[in-house]
């Protein structure tokens, strides 16, 4: 399976979306990943899906584990699955998920010693996956500036981590304008938190390359969601 998240692109390509299940019925999930990820259309159909794993420390919510990954890898064998490792101790997770199907890891900036993130993402690509480096939105962006080589991607936090449904907070969209033009064609930016149609489009324009929607796209009726996903995209 190619990596859609290490894929060349340019600015005037559409972003991929990821609904984050976090906003969709557990007591449905299949049928929920169904619906985005099988939808007819194409530029209506979700290009991943987003797994914000939380362990109540790292961040206050307890959410998912790898077991929800590795049964929506049983029931979607093609699916791109994104993970979102909002933990104290992201290493801990890291081959669980990867043995459980995850595509993607992404790890806190504000969860590891500096000097641990190179290896970490090393770690992560040598089990077959990309790796993803997150900043929460009061850190700043020079944190993660000297690791932009190290990375696949940056994932730029537009809430506190916690809770889906939270308001967006645009001034992160500076640290995106400020790691776009250092990035090469096969790193992206994705951002996280409180995006739906309204301010997507500021998003975009800011440059990232991957967006995250939770209640925008599962907090709307199921025969709305392609067109909240098409919208999200510019389309």
Do not use: W
């Not at 104290?88 to 997770?93: L, T, W």
């Not at 970490?120 to 089990?127: C, F, L």
């Amino acid at each position: 399976m190619p990596n859609l998240l290490t894929m060349p692109r340019d600015r005037s390509t559409p972003p991929l979306i990821a609904p984050s299940i976090l906003s969709a019925d557990f007591a449905a999930m299949g049928e929920e990943c169904r619906g985005v990820l099988e939808h007819a259309d194409a530029a209506g159909r979700a290009d991943l899906l987003h797994l914000d794993v939380m362990d109540g420390h790292f961040a206050p919510n307890l959410t998912m584990g790898p077991d929800m990954c590795r049964a929506l890898r049983r029931v979607f064998p093609a699916a791109f699955l994104d993970v979102h490792l909002m933990v104290h101790d992201p290493a801990m997770f890291i081959e669980r998920f990867a043995d459980a199907g995850a595509n993607n890891l992404t790890f806190h900036i504000e969860a590891v010693d500096e000097v641990q993130v190179g290896p970490m993402a090393d770690k992560i690509r040598s089990i077959g996956a990309s790796a993803g480096l997150a900043i929460n939105p009061p850190t700043p962006v020079e944190r993660v500036m000297p690791h932009l080589e190290k990375i696949d991607m940056l994932l730029v936090m537009s809430v506190n981590p916690g809770y889906s449904g939270q308001a967006f907070i645009p001034e992160v969209l500076e640290k995106v304008r400020a790691v776009r033009k250092k990035l090469k064609p096969i790193q992206r930016v994705q951002m996280d938190g409180g995006i739906n149609v309204g301010n997507a489009g500021a998003v975009r324009e800011a440059g990232c390359g991957c967006i995250v929607a939770a209640s925008a796209v599962f907090g709307v009726p199921a025969l709305q969601r392609p067109g909240v996903i098409r919208a999200l995209r510019g389309l």
